[in-house]
Each structure stands twice: as C-alpha cells, then as structure tokens.
C-alpha cells in the first residue's frame, strides 16, 4: 500500500493512490511516501519519480538486510531495524523498515505494517505542522519511536534473564539449558541488529552527511544515545548469561557432588554389615566367637551399630553430612 | 529542593528559594543552583532561566542514564554516577548526578541526596573563596569527591573477593557459587559506570572543550587517572573471580573425585568378602576346602584378611590412599 | 584451456587459441583473457604479452593463496575465492580465482572449472553488449555471482547448525560431539576466507585504486556489502555452536546426572533390603525378635517395606523422583 | 632521607643533608636529588625549592600507583616500578618509584630502598663523569637497572610454570590448583605493572617529549624493547596457564573415569556371583540342578569363573583394562 | 667464523678471515659480512669498520630476542628468526639471525650454523652476478629462504593437529591431554615468532625506510604475505586445537556417562536379586508362599527373570542399551 504525504506552504495533504506527476518535489514543497509492502507496480515510483541507484531500490525491495546507511551524492539510503510486534511471546524478532532521505523528500519501504510510521502518520495526519519541520526531522522522529519501541522487548528479556538466574539454583536441569540457549540466541539477534543500528545513526550525528544540520544532529545524538545504551545493555546481558551458564555447571556438578555422597555415605554404612551377616550365616562352625549362646544376636548387632557410627563420624568429619 | 549559591565580588549568598530574577549570569558574578530531586516548578529553572537544550533538560530529568559528556556550543552537559550509599549492605550500586557547565554557571542536577554536594555545598557556605575560583574548579571539586567515594567501595569488593577465594578450597558448594555469581555481577556495574565516566573525564583532561584551560585539565587529569585505576581494578577483579571459578569447578571435580575414590575402596574391599561369605553360606557339600573342621572359620578369615591387604596395596600403588 | 573474448567497436569475438600478436590491448579495444588449469604454455601470456610481475604470475600459477588485493602501479593483482562445488556434501571448501584488472584487459585464471566464471562467460558469448561495459563492470559481474554462490552453502551451513541444536537435548554423545567439531572448521574455513575478501572488495568499494571509477564503486559497495553480511553470519554461527557446545556439556552432565540418582535410589533401596534378610538368615539363636512363630516372614516383609517407603519419601523430598 | 648529587664543572659532590639555597638548578650545574621515605620535613624540598605541580607532589608522597608519565610543560613526571624485593619468596611484589626529569635536575622519590637507585647512586660517588651525561642519561640508566631486575623474577615465574606443568599429569589435586590460581594472581600483577610501564617509556622511545633528544631516544627504545619482551612473555605465561588449567580439568576428569571404570569392573564381576552364592543358599529343595551330589561344589565355581570370564571379556572389548 | 663477499664491478670475491682495512664499503664496490657464532675477536668488526650503534651490536651479539626492525638513520638492524633444525623431532624450535643494512654492506650475524645462509653464499659463491643485485635484494633473497623454511614444519604441526583430531575420539586420555598441551606450546611459540617478523617486515613492504625501493617493496611484499599465512594457520591451529580440547572434553564426559550406565544397569538388575535370594535364604517359616513344595525353586527363578525383564525394558526406554 502506498501513502503519501504532500507538504506544501504550511498544509498537508494524504492520499493513497498516487499519481506519478502530482508528487514533485519542487521548491517549497516536500513529499513524505510511504510504501508498505509495495505492489510490484507502486514500487515503480522509487526508480520512475525519484531516480533512486538501481542497487539501492533492489535492496529496499528485498528480503531481510542488515542496518546501514549509505550516501547516494544527493540522497541517504538507511536501512534500520523495528521490533517485530507479530513475532511469538518469548522470541526477540525485528524487521527492516528502508529509508531514502533527500532534501524536499523522504521514502519509506517496509514489508509489512510498522507501529512506528503507522503512530507518525497518524500524528501528521492530525497535526499539520509536523510535516513543516522538514524531511530530517520526520526521519528522527519516525526513528525514535523505532528506538523507543525496543525498550519493552529489552525489559522482556531482562526479566527472562532474572527468571534464569532464579532457577538455576533452584531447578537446573536440560530444561534451563534449554532456555540459556534460547536467550544467548535472542540476544546475539539483539546485538547483530543494534550495533549497525548504532553506527549508521552514529554517522548522522556526527554530520558526516551534508542533509544533515547541526539542531538535527542534536536529535540523533540522543537516539545514537539510546542506541549505545542498548547495545550496552546488550553486552551486559551477554556477560551475565554467560556468568550463569558457568553458575550452572558448577550447579550441576554440585548437584552430582551431592547425589554421590548419599550413594557413599549408603554403600559405606550398609556393605560392612551385609559382610557381617554373610560371615554368621556361613555354615561352618564358629568357634571361640563372642556370644556363642543366646546373647550371639545382640553381639552382632552390637558390632552393626559400632560399624555405622565409625563410618557416621568419619562422614561427619570429612563435611559430608 | 533547589539551592542557589550566588558569587559575586569575592562574597557568597546562599539561598534555598529562587527568583529566576536573581539568577543573574553576568559578567563577574555567577552561580552555582543545585536541583535535588526538583519538583517540576524547579525544574523549570533549566530551561526559562538557563535556556538549556530540551534534549538536554529532558536526559537530566529522566531515569538513570550512562556517563557521557556532550557540548551544546556554550555549555557542556555531563552525566556521572556516585556511589548509591542508600543500597544494601553487600551490594554495588549507583546513581547519576547530572551537571550543566558554562562560563558563568553551573547547575546539578540528582535524584536524591548526593553525598559528594552536600559535602561540597558545605565547604562553600564556610569559605566564601571556594566559589571564587570558577565553575570549572567547582565542577573538578565534586567530581574529585564523587571519585574518591569510589574507593571504600572498591575495597569492600576486594574483601568480598578474597573471602571467596579463601571460601573456594575449604568450602566449594552452591552458596559459594551464588556468591561468585553476586560478585560477578557487581563488578560489571562498576565496569559498566566507570569506563564511560573515564571516557567523560578523559575529553575533559584532553582538552576538547574551550571552556576547560590548561590548569584546570591538570587537575581533571588526576581525576581521570583515579578513574583508569579504578578500570584497571575493575579489570583485575574480573580476571581474579573468573581464575576463582575455574578454580571453583576444578575444587567440585576433585570433590567428586575423593568421594568417588571413597566409594570404589569400600565396594573394592568388601564386594569379594561378600562373595566369600556367600559361597561358605551354600547349602552344598564343601568337600576338600581347607579346614573341614573346626578351623574353618579362621581360613575363611585369613582370606578375607589376604584379598583385603591385596586391595588395600593395590590402591596405595595407585595413590589413592 | 585458454579463451580470448576481444571487445572491438562494439563487437565481441570469442576464441579459444591465441595468437600472442592478436591480443592488443589497445585504445578502443579491450579483451578478457580467461585461463582455466593453464599449461605452462599457455600461461606464457601472463609475462610476454601482459608484462606482469614475476612475483604476482608466479602467486597466479601456484597453488592455494588467501584473498587480497595488491596495486602493481597501472594494473591490480586480485585473489578472490568461489565456493568448490566438487567437495564432498556436508564440507565447506573453496578455490582461489585471480584477477588482474587493467584499463584494457581482465585476466582470470583458475585451477579448475569455476562456474561464476563459466556462467558470466556464456552471458558474453551470448550478449555482446555485456563486454562493451569494460573490464571493471566484467569484474564486478564475475564477483558478484561467485559471492551470490556462498548464499546456499551459508543456508547449508545453518540447516546442518539447526540440526544440531535439536540433536544436543535428545540425542547429546560421541557422534555430536564430532558434528560440532566438523561443523567449527568449516566455519573457521568460511571465515578464513570470507574476511581478506571482504577487505580486498573493501578496498575497491573505497576507490583506492584510480582503476575504479564512482559508478563501479557503488557496485562493489554492494559486493562488500554482501560480504559483511557473510562474515556477520559466519560470527553469529561461530557464537551458536559455542553457545551449543556448552549446552552440549551441560545436557551431558545433566544425563550424567540422572543416571547417578538412578543408581543411588536402587543402591539405596536394596542395601538396607540385603542387610535384613542376611540379619534373619544368620546361624545365630533369634531371641526376643518380634514374630519367633509363623508371623515372623510377614514381620521381617512389614520392615522392607517401611524402609523402601521411608526412602521413596526421602528422595521425593528432595526432588530426584 | 635525602640524598643529592650537585654536578658542576666536570665535578660532583653528595651530600645528605639539604639546604635549598645550595641546590641551584643554574646553567653549567645540575643536581639529582634522591627521596628515600622522606619525613615531611625534607618531601618540602620538592614545592618549595623545585616547585613541583601540588598534583604531581601528591602523587609522588601519596601510595602506590599505577605507572605512567605525565608533562607539567618544563618537566616531565614518571611513575614506574621496581621489584619489591622485601616480598615473600614465592610471590611477585613490585613498589613504585617517582621520577621528576627536567632540563637542569632529575628528583627521585621512592617509599623505602631501591636497589636500582642504590646501586647508580654507588656508581655515582665512584665515578664522576657517570653524572656528566646529564639528567636524561641518569633516568635512563636507573630506569634500564630497575627493568634488568624484572630478569631473575621472571625466571621464577617461569620455573613455578614449568613445576606446575609436571605436575599437572602425576599430582593433579586441589594443591595444584591453589597454585596455578596463585600463579594467575602473580602474572596478573605482572601484566598490570608492565604494560602501562612499557607505554610510558614508548612514549620517551619515540620522543614525544622535547625533554628527549635522539641519542637518548635510541636509549630508551632500548628499555621499551625490553619491556615488550616482558610484556610478551606475560602474555605467553598467561597463555600457558590456561592451557595447563584445561589439561587439569581434562586430567582430574581423566583420573575420574579411571576410578570409575575400577569401580564398575569389581561391581559387575562380583554382583552376579553374590547372586549366585545366594541362589545356592536358599531354604529351598534344589531339584534337577546340575551336580546334586558333591560335585555340586565345583558346578557353582565353574559357572562363577565363566561368569567371571566372560565379563574380562567384555570389558577387555571395551579396552577399559 | 667470519665470511666476507665483496663485490666490485660485476666480480665477488669471498675469503673467510678479514682485514679491517680491506672491507671498504666505497662507491661501486659493496660488502656481505657473515658472522656465525663470532669470536669476540670477530665480532669486533661491527663496533671498529661498521660502527655500529652499541645498543644494536649488544643485542645481536646477545642471546636470543624478538623480531624487529629499528633504524639507526643510515642503516637499519633487523632481528627475524629462522627455524632451528637441530630441536627434537616433534617440537617446534626457532634461532634468531640479526641483519645491519646499509646502502653499501649487507652484515649478517647468527649463534649457529644457519641454513638459509649457508644456502644463499652457496649461490653467491657459484654465480657472481646474485651479489650485482645489492644489499637489498640479497636481503631479501635470505629472509625469503628463511620464511620458506618455515612451511615443512607448519606441515608437521599440522600433522600433529590431524594425528591428535583422530584419537580424540578413539583415545581420550591422559596421554591425548599433554599431547594437546605440548602442541598448544608450539603452537603459541610459532606465533609468538611469526607475529612480530610479519610487522617488521610489513614496515619493510610499505616503504617506511628510504633504504627500499619500490621494486625492492614488492618482493617484500610477496615475504609479507607468505608471513601473513603463516600467522593466519597459527590463528586457525590455535582455533582448532581449542575446538578438539572442548570435543576432548566432552568425549571423556561422555565416556564417564557410558561407564556409568554400565555400572547402573549391572547394580539394578542384580541388587533385587540378591534380595530375593537372601529372603529365601533366611532361617524363618516361609508360609503361604508360591511353591512351598519342590517347584518352588522354578518359582524363584521365574520372578528373578521377570524383575531382569522389567528392569531391561526400563532402561531399554531410556535409551542406555
């Protein structure tokens, strides 16, 4: 579907059909198209109206690519990455949204709807001045309700992250690891996602690119601010679930420590006796043996009791119980 | 609350209301207005008075963010974090102090009570030339003590450290681990405050900003280096606890290992003896065994005696006991 | 096998022996000169017609190099690497193509059949306008399609890592274990040769080299940018299989872990069991025992299941069953 | 105390006692000035008659820091570090030492003796044209002292190393691992000391400073190509740790196995035939067994050496003995 | 023993002893000094024809140090290492070999007899005109021996690497682990060799000394990639020495859960009965029991093989046999 927001002398227009010749971008005016997974035939505006490098559009138009941005002489070609709303409950997902930034224009090309140009066109719609700030400024606007929306799915991770590390030594077992698995995933996603993100808008507020003026610097200064927070925090995620995955090793082999000393401490107490009782049930005849009348029984268990708290003191000694 | 220190003329005014007014950034005076924990009429001192960058003022107001330093032309904005002496006893944590710099103010901004102002706040009610050396060495005289709170801190990380090295071979098991796992995690807080806060510092002891001179970066210079020894600690910390996981693990095997040994000698020792005892104990003819008569307990002893020793030197040879 | 494509005023022509004389490369005429396992006849061309340095034929001629890129002043010296499609099915191998690129001429030469090489040459023989784009388009062309050759041998490479990580909970063992050693070369091979030729094409998408013109430099921008990707991924596998290592040895230890609670729990349940019944078959007087009449096997089957309950109850407790 | 060394005219005198006006740092004189533990009355010296930055002052009477070098314009401050000599035997000690280079004077101040500067102040009153050289010769030769004592200690370290490689496969236990975490703690300390110690005197090598002149600067490259060496071999010692740390995990879980196979061999050759005897001792008629007579006996022996036999075999296959 | 080539208007000459006064180092006539295992007397050359810079002849005279390059203005000192052949088979062992370049002498200086020198005089000596070429080619030809030099032995090391790969998963064990070890430390002494010599001989390649030509560079350059191979196979040896450590690992754990579920599955099914039989074997009335005429023994045996069966379809189950 394709949307198009004209800007021209302090109105603005929004159609959604559009018609190669009403869209010119001339002094004065600036137009806002937006594509959202574009029929082969509205995505004949990026090569038809607005000339864009044959590359660039085949990229735009394509499946999946990582976060960039790329200077075409008069025009910005960015790709950024959005939180995937559509993905399942516990999964981190994100989908490029594609942008071609020029002095009276700014394309927008998504496969797909994206909460965060769906929430900005809503407000230009219903505020005109918005659009009056200028293509630049619609950019860091769209692309800070892009950053915005990654908080949540950051806290969503932070919680799984506390959930982990609750259980480990509660629960350890193939299920956790299971999960540690999951969220090392998750957040290697994360990170292979916000670290080009990070840099290309990192570009834009160090005013490498001519479109770009210094109050609008300012702006993605602080996006490239909650950009190098999240990638900060993504690190600190990495460190503490690997932190956690050695805690759980250790558990592990703790748990076995453990599940062995009873094994012991049984064998240990147990095997001596069952000696013992095999030695008075042998038929040979005993001679000289303590208690060769009645009082035999209590003899042996006498020796019985003796043995085990022998073996329980050692035990006790050695910290094992 | 808000606090308005005044310098003009060599003599100091201190007041706890303020009159935007009064705050008069002229030429031979200035002022230092502290913000702890502003209520929004407060707050709106930064930006009807002061004309800060709503970027800026809205960075200051919010949750807690990283250290960084940004120029805004006439003034810098920098974030910094003290020790939270508010959290639990064995336990690291941080909070942020905001500070604007120009060259005839400087503003704070904290969510709370910041030791290191408070102190410092103090210090200028009684000497009224403290304030006469500039914003700039003010602004070095908080961060100088916000720094040096640091230290405490850090040696009770070092305490925590060794304790667990010391717990490590007398007392491997899952609490040990939970307490690796603690450490671990407050030492990539202190990583994760200081390095950007030595980063600030830095550009500020480098010179980057014409409002720091040449004294005044000797100084900032000092506190960058308390800053890269507090890294350089923070970095050894985190070599020596994982040195301690390892040998932590390795503790647990040779754990398991002695437990496993103890085990193997007992079933080693008396597994035959029950076997011998079992064969005397058939109901079948013994014929031809030694000691048909009367003597044939003390064989099957002397046996059992035999196999025993064999066992025993056996596992001397092989240095398990 | 040697073949001469020689672009003429717009006509291409395409033989397959060659006339030393008849390759000029001149002004309005330019040619491809392909080598395919060259004898060392055919490889004369290299140094008496093309004059190339020694050291760069002798690089050409020889067996395997890493990718790079080197200016001999008026031509470059290139080593890329396609993907060897006659290596065994589940094994990742490459083989090295040279390039030497100059105004008037493109020479490839390659051990072997390479069939980027042979596809772009079927499109010149068909289009003749193909050639008329010059050497650096031709070059682009050819490395275009061999780094599209490392797509399905990438998706190849994740299938076989999806594999595994299903394998690593339900069937984890010796047959893994090799599974992930293979599977950590051959992303070591990929990214071995994947990251020179990243840096070689990124060289050429910088315009380094005066041969590259700003059109041809967006091309291999694109090529690089291709090539980043591939080295990201070939980083996010080698992070998988690390992740999936570790979960490998934690699913082993868990295995291991479930097998010693099974032992320990029959351990426990019989030992106790076998005492009993050694105590009541001992060739002792049995005074004073409960049941001295034909209730006493009913007694003695009472206490065996009181014990067994006891212990069932016990590792109940402590979550084991 | 203080020691100072007056260079003029081709002479020098040692005195031990000060008095400020005698030091005059004037053309054609020069002096060294030697800080042993200075009382405060004589750490004077540096503010009043050199006029040290306070900073710099503080640094120097203050406690240990980290190496490093510093220009105050005039004059250059060096912090670098010796053995401590006075530490345990098995155990890597260093303590700082101060520098103060300028054109007419070098101050050293260090907390106690240092053998280094000891044995140059020896050479010094032996020899009066040692002092000739001029202050930036004199550093360089304390500094080239200090470093060459770094020799003996690293072949300790070197020699614990190889101490702990032997005994890795014939004595692994927790003793060893307290000394390779022992051992990782002193390398640490090493690596802390040296690396910022060889970028300080990097930046003398390549005469960062005007202080430095080429003759001297040839000098001091001398010294930073020993420290790189130190540092490199820090890395190699760090390095081979970790490799002797896997070998000891891999060994303890060797020696693991081993007694488990011990274990599982009695257990599986004796169990059966406990079944055995039991089977023959039953209360109950046996009827139609093989060898109801007195051969009875050797039937049961023959089946238990089968048994037994088959088992050998078994574990044999296996190639577990 | 001292060499001296000298070469003068197209003629070598080569004599072994040397007159101070003969070497002339003049217009047209230039100087190969070769110096192996030097008398003091020899080496005395350096200091009184070549004056070198003390600090330079020190270290070439001395034991073994890092590659290097450094440039003393009008000649540069370099520092590689050769293989040293006469270590044990299978270790990895290197010598050093120091150059002095100058425009008109070549100086050359090893502890031992060298190959590749004894290789290039050889050539020297047969043909007259390899000297014509200068200092700078022969340099070049020596370093390019040393450097091929080092390929059979990679070889070997990979050997090794291959040899160690396949018993991992045959033979684990003690023995496996210190051949790990032992090639880890060849591995890390190959790189600690190859890593600097790759550097100094890059500086060479990239024309940082006025010394080398252009011609002169692309030779070095073609030495430089042969080093850079030689660093990128220690890296992949180091990768895949550190994979086969983890599968080691995981073998030997896996290894332990296999003995382990042997010893489970035996003590399962035999600990039941031995209970069973020593229940028949008490001295007690065995009433209303299955059999209590002559069958009852079959009764036994039916219930021991049911509890067998049981048992095994258990573990059948579980997936252990």
């Given at each position: 579907?394709?949307?198009?927001?004209?800007?021209?002398?302090?109105?603005?227009?929004c159609v959604?059909?559009?018609?190669?010749?009403?869209?010119?971008?001339?002094?004065?005016?600036?137009?806002?198209?937006?594509?959202?997974?574009?029929?082969?035939?509205?995505?004949?505006?990026?090569?038809?109206?607005?000339?864009?490098?044959?590359?660039?559009?085949?990229?735009?138009?394509?499946?999946?690519?990582?976060?960039?941005?790329?200077?075409?002489?008069?025009?910005?070609?960015?790709?950024?990455?959005?939180?995937?709303?559509?993905?399942?409950?516990?999964?981190?997902?994100?989908?490029?949204?594609?942008?071609?930034?020029?002095?009276?224009?700014?394309?927008?090309?998504?496969?797909?709807?994206?909460?965060?140009?769906?929430?900005?066109?809503?407000?230009?719609?219903?505020?005109?001045?918005?659009?009056?700030?200028?293509?630049?400024?619609?950019?860091?606007?769209?692309?800070?309700?892009?950053?915005?929306?990654?908080r949540p799915?950051?806290?969503?991770?932070?919680?799984?992250?506390?959930?982990?590390?609750?259980?480990?030594?509660?629960?350890?077992?193939?299920?956790?690891?299971?999960?540690?698995?999951?969220?090392?995933?998750?957040?290697?996603?994360?990170?292979?996602?916000?670290?080009?993100?990070?840099?290309?808008?990192?570009?834009?507020?160090r005013r490498?690119?001519?479109?770009?003026?210094?109050?609008?610097?300012?702006?993605?200064?602080?996006?490239?601010?909650?950009?190098?927070?999240?990638?900060?925090?993504?690190?600190?995620?990495?460190?503490?679930?690997?932190?956690?995955?050695?805690?759980?090793?250790?558990?592990?082999?703790?748990?076995?420590?453990?599940?062995?000393?009873?094994?012991?401490?049984?064998?240990?107490?147990?095997?001596?006796?069952?000696?013992?009782?095999?030695?008075?049930?042998?038929?040979?005849?005993?001679?000289?043996?303590?208690?060769?009348?009645?009082?035999?029984?209590?003899?042996?268990?006498?020796?019985?009791?003796?043995?085990?708290?022998?073996?329980?003191?050692?035990?006790?000694?050695?910290?094992?119980?």
């Amino acid at each position: 579907m394709i949307t198009v927001f004209k800007h021209e002398a302090g109105s603005t227009q929004c159609v959604n059909a559009v018609d190669p010749a009403w869209i010119k971008p001339d002094s004065g005016i600036w137009v806002w198209v937006d594509l959202n997974e574009p029929t082969p035939e509205e995505s004949k505006v990026l090569t038809s109206v607005f000339r864009f490098h044959e590359l660039a559009v085949e990229d735009a138009l394509s499946a999946v690519h990582h976060p960039k941005i790329e200077s075409y002489g008069d025009y910005l070609y960015l790709i950024l990455h959005g939180i995937d709303f559509s993905a399942a409950e516990h999964c981190f997902r994100t989908k490029d949204v594609d942008f071609f930034l020029g002095a009276q224009f700014l394309v927008t090309v998504h496969p797909g709807v994206s909460r965060s140009i769906g929430k900005v066109g809503d407000i230009c719609r219903r505020n005109g001045r918005v659009l009056g700030e200028g293509p630049g400024v619609l950019l860091h606007r769209i692309v800070d309700t892009m950053v915005d929306n990654y908080r949540p799915e950051i806290d969503k991770l932070e919680e799984r992250l506390d959930f982990i590390e609750r259980e480990v030594f509660e629960h350890p077992g193939p299920e956790l690891a299971r999960r540690i698995l999951n969220f090392k995933k998750d957040v290697a996603s994360l990170r292979q996602v916000v670290l080009p993100q990070r840099d290309a808008v990192g570009r834009l507020a160090r005013r490498e690119f001519a479109l770009v003026g210094e109050q609008l610097a300012y702006r993605f200064r602080d996006v490239h601010d909650h950009l190098v927070r999240l990638s900060d925090e993504a690190m600190f995620f990495q460190d503490r679930i690997s932190s956690i995955l050695d805690a759980h090793l250790s558990s592990v082999s703790n748990q076995l420590n453990a599940v062995m000393k009873v094994l012991t401490i049984i064998a240990t107490l147990f095997m001596p006796l069952t000696v013992l009782t095999g030695m008075y049930g042998m038929n040979v005849p005993l001679p000289h043996l303590p208690g060769g009348d009645g009082a035999q029984f209590w003899w042996v268990f006498a020796i019985m009791i003796s043995i085990s708290t022998v073996m329980l003191v050692f035990f006790r000694r050695k910290g094992w119980i």
